[in-house]
């Protein structure tokens, strides 16, 4: 058994708790870092939480899409080249636009990559090719279309657009309640459809256990598809956070693919098997928020930006470390 | 997806009810039925034509010894894999199963041995995902004496037996026409069997139907109206369970016997010669399935082991090949006690083992000589000195299985037989002591298991100690000295191979007492 105790197996409260401890852990480990960070600066005040929250948009947000995709038994290496397109798009397109196309641009963009990466997930159910491969394959072929739609940096957007994002107009400084809501509100929305809808279910039965699932009679192509359709809407709110947030497109290939491997990252240290079916998109949100925070804190540490990736390695691997000791320590009382 | 499923109902139920309208008098009694059901799995032909019929209000037992076709059949009635030839019919209607969704709709509901339940989910999100009306599930919970079970709990928290009562609770609750039933009472206590007994009898009371996959023949006696008996793909028999016993069942599962094999057997067993104990175990017990295993086994000895489906040979054999470690108890190898950490430590002590799943010991897509020199790529100098005696001690184990080697760029593409020689050849290369062989001729061509039993014997009578389990009970006979009997977790009964019968193995397999 993996209870612990009695009382805790019969408390529901208590067991959903427990159920979710990997989730409390990294929201106060995150909880631990901002109380740090704060010390460690002269002031903390709200320019500071603007800050934080409004630069997180673009990984939480695609890390909330990777983290529906491996639940549901995959995973997804275009969605930092999925994020460049939908920038790029939006850049290019909203740039001295009236407000309503500006809303329509975003929404089509949200849509379209929505659709689009329903077709890779298609595709990959079809074909029977690894997810690995599929999207390593279509993440280049977004690269590609992202400069050839934006060739060098440029474009922009309407203010009201980076006021959503940012808090403020000009992207600078501004309230911290459009960027929190922002985040919090798309994040809730998912985690509460994934765990409490039928396909959301199907989405963590068919990453747990696909032929379970299949003998169950659960569709088990529908639930990959939409996962994936998920992921593309998520790295179309990630690219438009991207461009509320510079004010300009940028196609670069480095951007998408380091955006990538950091939607990863913060998959596995919130708490989200790799395997499929085991995890929450709450976690993933504060991880997110956490690989961000990393860099204020090393500046204001004074840490060269040189052994920053150094610090934010030895981090995952530590804090993946841990979680494997706490499973292993609680397997062995049982 | 949704519409769909609906739309199946819909017009089901339509003409359920035009049929009882039209012909209230003469409603279809047939319920479910096949005609020339067959499929192969590449050479291996699992189903070569079953026609089954189940009427309505009734519970069929499909029965057969392993290896007949049973789960075969299975599959294809719930949907899980479409037949090569042949036709279902539910109520005279042929139908079409691509999925197992499409079975579910068009009213057939099947309970595997593996309970199909999300692990990583709650009971509850189960039940959601099947659309499943929690208070109906409740009922039939209550029914089996689970009332008190807590709906949030996560299933992979849950003992198997409660997942087994939780998965019929469900496929009742889907308010099927016909139940699908495959070894439901394995894991149950004697007092949850009995209600389930008590359920399907309500179930037949109200004209639906079950089909019932069991090795329990007691069951059978006791709840079935019909049989269907395979054998070898075949449908052998329709017997009325009312009109025979145990021992005809028995007896038409087995069918002929196996009187030509036999002839050729014998001679090779003429006179061998027992050495010292290779391999000993002492309480052998395992944390659910393996209850205080005892037995000695000598070089030259081959010592077959029999069980029916379930009863703890699997872990058994992964605490033999230390591929798991015992609770208690100890494992001697040649006099010395030894606890295996690893199937490493056992292969570095001369006890090697053949699986019951060949696919798991191979690798599929590297060479038939890949595959044979895998054992010898242990050896450490091998990181320096190029390997020169490797290539002939390969090329004597191909001669001596005679593997076809004409497709063996890749192992995958060999047929069932050839890459079983291969799995025991690997070892020839190596050499061994001691070999476990789990169930080695599973969906074997006849001439290659001629070939498999006379190298066991060959092997026995250079001096290797061998432990057989096996699911084919005319092998015993065949290839061993000594039987071993193990009937949930524990050795029952032993008796002497010369003088074992089938019949005398599977009533002892079935718990049942044997008339010395």
Redesign the interface.
Known sequence: ???PSMTMRNN?TL?ILF?NSWTLGVWLLLGALVLWYSTLIPVFGPFQITSITKNSLPLVYLAIGQAIIVIAGGIDLSLGALLLLSNVIAARFMAGQPLPAVVLIALGIIAGLALLNALVGFIITLSGVPDIVVTLATGYIWSGLALWILPSPGGGTAPEMRWLFTGSPSGVGGSYWPPLLMLLIPAALVAIWSRNT?VG??L??V???K?????????VR?AKIVAYGIGGAMAGLAGLAMVALTGTGDPRFAIGANATLNSVAAVVLGGVALTG??GNVFGVVATGVILIMLNPILIAMRVDSNNAQVIQGVLIAGVMMFGGLVAFLRERRS | ?KCEARCVFKSRNALHAAQLMQAPMNQPQVLLATQGVAKAYGPVVALRGVDMTVRRGEIHALLGANGAGKSTLVKIL?G?QPADAGKVYIEGRTVHFH???DA??AGIA?V?Q????????TVA??L????IDEAKFRTSLERFGLGDLDL?A?V??LPLETLRIVDLARAMARDPHVLLLDEITAALTADQAERVFDLLTEWRAQGKSAVLITHRLAEVMRICDQATILRDGRNVAELVTAEVDEHQLVEAMLGASVEPLMKTAQGAMASRRLGETALEVRGLTDRHQVRDVSFAVRSGEILGLVALEGQGQDRLFDLLAGARRPVAGEIQVAGKTCHFRSPYDAVQRGVVLVPGDRLIALLPNQSVHHNLALPLFNHLRRWLRIPTDEQPRVQRAIERLSIDVRAASQVRRLSGGNQQKVVLGRWLVSGFRTLLCFDPTRGIDIQTKREIYALLRELAAQGAAIVLYTSELAEISLVCDRVLILHDGRIVDEQDAATATESSLLKAAHGLEVVA
Do not use: C, K, W
């Not at chain 1, 032929?211 to 569709?219: D, E, I, P, S």
């Open positions: 058994m993996m209870m529901p067991r159920r039928q279910l199907s963590y039965a990453g747990s256990h032929t379970a699932a299949q003998l169950a009679g659960l569709n529908q079916g085991v | 997806m719930a899980v999925t197992p969704a579910i709709a099947t595997f593996d309970p199909a339940l999300i692990p990583d989910l999100h189960n959601r995902l099947s659309r949030g996560l992979r928290e």
